[in-house]
């Protein structure tokens, strides 16, 4: 098997299907609403070719470049946990008849999916979720369903956005594992990575060429320019021990001025994993479907004890939010929650910025 | 803190067992003690829970809620609940009728560290539906055949009305259980103690503060002072355990809700070591 | 069949959008009619019986001295009374007239304002009397109305979920109006309850279902005047439906005070 091949730029509509004729829906970028998403695509005509995004705190706009270019952007609005941890599901149903309930629990058997795009700092948030919803002592079936069902074609980061810093957290700007295929976007095609027998099996059919050593040297060049680029940074040093040693720090109250509580980092993080499932009755309550939906720490029903929200301010669930993802995780999982992908900084609705809010924190008080 | 497996009889995250109310009975007001049978005989036989587990018991429509086991029949595998009515779950499990169904997961949680405990002096302290889980704990001490150095029960309630399983202390006592009382208001014929649990600590005899196991589970204020006057009186921070209380929705550490700092209440809980919780708990909101 | 739940519903200052939320849940309002008799619906039918009812729905504000009356005699024939929209929760649109002088407004709106008994002020009716729950929204959700009706007739506790719109924007795959478009959005300040509509079609949200529990107001229009967008474009945001919410109206006043000391600073 050739760990590294290539096709030409005119080749990849061959690739794509290959992805269908292999029977997977194929989930790629797309654009939609002003950014770029992940959605079905049937060719790569549905893909956001001669396009950009520029990102700062609190701020996406979508740029046509007028290049030829197909990944010549950062993360947008989507991550994969929207396929493997579907915001909206469908858990049980209770049917009640003369004789009691019968409980009847939803096996969702995975949709196959073939996963086109997805960035190193993405792949490091599916095994961060693998080891929440797979490797504890409970297993969600769901979740390992969709996840044994899907394909994953990743792809290096080219062009990171200013909000990226990966480098910190140290999960990118290059894929190294925990994919089938990765692509590198070259001047004139792509270099292609098999990472798995699933994707030897799956491009052996094509017949491309092994990659010459020029092209695995300007791949190379396109990972350390796109190191180069990321400026954003994060010390994480210690970082575990220097949060939880400042956990009555003033700076926590200068987030909450500024916090709306709004739970969009939360929902845009691709490692957030929190849920809650609730109750839909018809009116004779007489078949209930329970259903499990995205949850968050930043609302305040979300620690209620006894009527009260344990967190009962923003101050202490901002608290609660950035110690998980950056410190108690590492008791929890044995690592981060963070992958450095920066979406919580750019989809944040007034801009905050973890890397500062984390930089102040770990002053000492004045 | 596990110490064995007592699994719940599904491996399955959401998957439920249908059980039926056979038995219920008034403790004190909005408090009663339901006994619950599984539908399934086959499914009853195989759950076993540990003293100071919990099951999520599920009324369609309503929700579910985590209630502690207060006592397993080993026989029957029929299981006890004693319920504080207060939400609508458990609303909803004081109108069901004799006979009527419901929707069991579990058990769930570490439970009450109850090996090794040849030669201690357990002490159980309960303040109000906390002494709940700990009925179960004097239940296995009483089938356990171990010989104990002592085992001292102190009960708190807010007035004489309010003492938990007051009908049973009598009972205790006569397996050898040394059973004190206090209460925050007395009422009229009441010869007992009167003021908050923690002071019962000061009163009993300790004759090796070392052999001593102190297992309290009531509001965490109390808890917090029991461990303050536990401490006082000699016995080492980690052989006293508290049972926690959060929100929990999933009871198998998906749904994030339960967390206190790096545990998971429902999977690394409920019952910690005083020395594991004791700074988290300093913090408030965490 | 157990006895059915008496139900009035009852309209006081208001444009009947709430009652026709009701209305539009066409495919279970004849399984909801097994199970609830409708004794006062005007809107719905002229068959109008008397109390007691077992539950209440009240939409429109207070603006009249009749309807503080009448506000009263339908509390004391009412078991369960729950307020349906801004306009009964928060005072409505009408409430703008609130510290304005309302006599000025009649003359010129009516040719003869000596015929009209209104209030100079429009108030929520949890100002008047005691009410056991309030659901928010301009109109109200026709889900969380069943729902309160479903959880009357099988003795729960009301409530309703008590996050954000953007919750609700990023489970349906709405991509941010506010940080893709810089469209001033009042979503993580409102309770959802909505569906995130308006952020569905590319608008940012009006804040019609009112202020989230312990929301942060200037947070929000701090960021939004670091951007660049002046006082007197955001106070349009919170003197709408819910101006009377006691968060958008300080939110708005003290925008107002800024927008007057910029006027000033200007000249």
């Not at chain 2, 080993?74 to 458990?90: D, F, L, P, S, W």
């Not at chain 2, 309290?216 to 000699?234: D, F, K, Q, S, T």
């Amino acid at each position: 098997m050739n760990d590294f091949q290539y096709f030409r730029m005119d080749q990849f509509p061959d690739f794509l299907r290959q992805l269908m004729h292999s029977g997977y829906r194929v989930i790629a970028p797309t654009i939609d609403q002003e950014a770029i998403v992940y959605a079905e695509i049937q060719s790569i005509d549905d893909m956001p070719r001669g396009y950009t995004d520029e990102q700062k705190p609190g701020y996406y706009r979508l740029q046509h470049t007028g290049n030829q270019r197909f990944f010549d952007y950062a993360v947008g609005p989507h991550s994969w946990k929207r396929y493997l941890f579907p915001p909206l599901q469908l858990i049980s149903t209770s049917i009640k008849s003369q004789d009691g309930w019968t409980f009847e629990e939803h096996v969702d058997e995975g949709e196959s999916y073939a996963f086109l795009g997805v960035r190193a700092c993405e792949l490091a948030a599916m095994r961060i979720q693998d080891r929440v919803f797979l490797e504890g002592a409970y297993v969600d079936k769901n979740y390992q369903n969709r996840r044994k069902a899907s394909f994953i074609v990743a792809v290096n980061c080219a062009v990171p956005s200013a909000n990226c810093f990966c480098t910190s957290m140290n999960t990118g700007p290059k894929c190294k594992s925990g994919f089938d295929i990765a692509l590198t976007e070259l001047s004139d095609g792509f270099l292609m990575e098999i990472g798995s027998s699933l994707g030897n099996e799956m491009v052996t059919p094509l017949g491309f060429p092994t990659a010459t050593e020029e092209q695995l040297s300007e791949s190379e060049s396109v990972s350390d320019h796109a190191t180069e680029q990321i400026k954003k940074t994060m010390d994480t040093t210690d970082l575990r021990n220097r949060l939880i040693g400042q956990l009555e720090h003033s700076h926590w109250q200068d987030v909450a001025n500024r916090c709306l509580s709004c739970t969009n980092c939360t929902m845009v993080c691709p490692t957030c994993f929190c849920s809650h499932v609730e109750e839909v009755p018809d009116l004779n309550q007489e078949r209930v479907d329970r259903r499990k939906s995205w949850d968050s720490c930043f609302n305040p029903g979300f620690s209620k004890l006894h009527g009260t929200p344990v967190r009962n301010d923003t101050r202490s669930r901002y608290r609660q939010w950035l110690t998980h993802k950056l410190a108690t995780w590492h008791d929890q999982f044995g690592e981060s929650g963070c992958v450095g992908c920066g979406r919580c900084i750019t989809w944040c609705p007034v801009g905050i910025d973890l890397t500062v809010e984390v930089a102040a924190l770990c002053e000492e008080e004045p | 803190m596990n110490q064995g497996t007592s699994v719940p009889t599904s491996n399955s995250a959401w998957k439920l067992h249908e059980i039926r109310l056979i038995s219920r009975k008034m403790e004190i007001p909005i408090v009663e003690t339901f006994e619950f049978e599984f539908v399934d005989s086959a499914v009853g036989q195989q759950y076993v829970a540990r003293a100071g587990q919990f099951n999520m018991l599920y009324i369609p429509g309503y929700g579910e809620a985590a209630i502690s086991t207060s006592g397993v029949s080993q026989n029957t595998g029929n299981i006890e609940h004693t319920i504080r009515q207060a939400g609508n779950v458990t609303n909803a499990i004081f109108r069901l009728e004799l006979g009527q169904t419901l929707g069991c997961r579990g058990p769930y949680g570490n439970g009450w560290p109850l090996r090794d405990l040849e030669g201690k002096h357990l002490i159980l302290i309960g303040g109000g539906i906390g002494m709940a889980p700990l009925r179960s704990v004097i239940e296995s001490l009483k089938q356990s055949g171990c010989s104990f150095l002592k085992v001292t029960i102190l009960i708190g309630g807010r007035s004489p009305e309010a003492l938990l399983y007051s009908a049973e202390y009598d009972q205790w006592r006569s397996s050898g259980f040394e059973v004190l009382t206090t209460v925050d208001h007395s009422t009229t014929g009441w010869q007992g103690n009167i003021g908050v649990v923690p002071s019962l600590l000061d009163h009993i005899e300790l004759s090796d503060p070392n052999a001593a196991i102190v297992m309290c589970c009531g509001p965490e204020v109390m808890m917090n002072y029991c461990a303050l006057a536990a401490i006082e009186r000699g016995i080492p921070e980690d052989q006293i355990f508290f049972s926690l209380e959060r929100h929990m929705n999933c009871a198998i550490g998906h749904c994030g809700r339960c967390q206190l700092g790096s545990y998971f209440l429902c999977t690394n809980g409920p019952v910690f070591r005083y020395n594991q919780v004791k700074e988290l708990m300093k913090i408030p909101e965490l | 069949m157990p006895e059915k739940l008496r139900l009035g519903i009852f309209k006081f200052a208001s444009c009947d959008g709430c009652q026709l939320s009701l209305l539009n849940a066409e495919e279970e309002l004849l399984e909801l009619a097994e199970l609830v008799e409708f004794a006062h619906f005007p809107e719905a039918s002229s068959r109008i019986e008397s109390g007691p009812y077992d539950l209440v729905l009240i939409e429109g504000s207070i603006s009249t001295p009749e309807d503080l009356d009448r506000i009263q005699q339908i509390r004391r024939q009412t078991d369960t009374l729950v307020t349906i929209g801004a306009c009964a929760t928060a005072g409505g649109i009408q409430a703008l007239r609130n510290g304005a002088n309302h006599d000025e407004f009649m003359k010129l709106v009516y040719p003869h304002p000596e015929y009209v008994q209104s209030l100079a002020t429009s108030t929520p009716i949890s100002n008047h009397v005691s009410v056991d729950f309030e659901l928010r929204g301009c109109p109200v959700d026709t889900g969380q109305l069943l729902q309160i009706i479903s959880d009357k007739l099988h003795h729960r506790k009301f409530s309703v979920p008590d996050h954000s719109v953007c919750r609700d924007c990023k489970l349906q795959n709405i991509v941010c109006v506010s940080v893709a478009r810089g469209i001033p959005c009042l979503g993580p300040l409102t309770q959802a309850g909505c569906g995130a509509i308006c952020p569905r079609f590319h608008r940012g949200c009006y804040g019609c279902f009112g202020p989230c529990h312990q929301t942060n107001t200037d947070g929000l229009t701090d960021w939004l005047i670091k951007d660049g967008h002046s006082s007197s474009q955001l106070i349009p945001l919170f003197l709408n439906v819910n101006a009377e919410a006691p968060e958008f109206a300080r939110t708005a006043a003290q925008l107002i005070r800024q927008d007057s000391a910029e006027g000033e600073s200007d000249e």
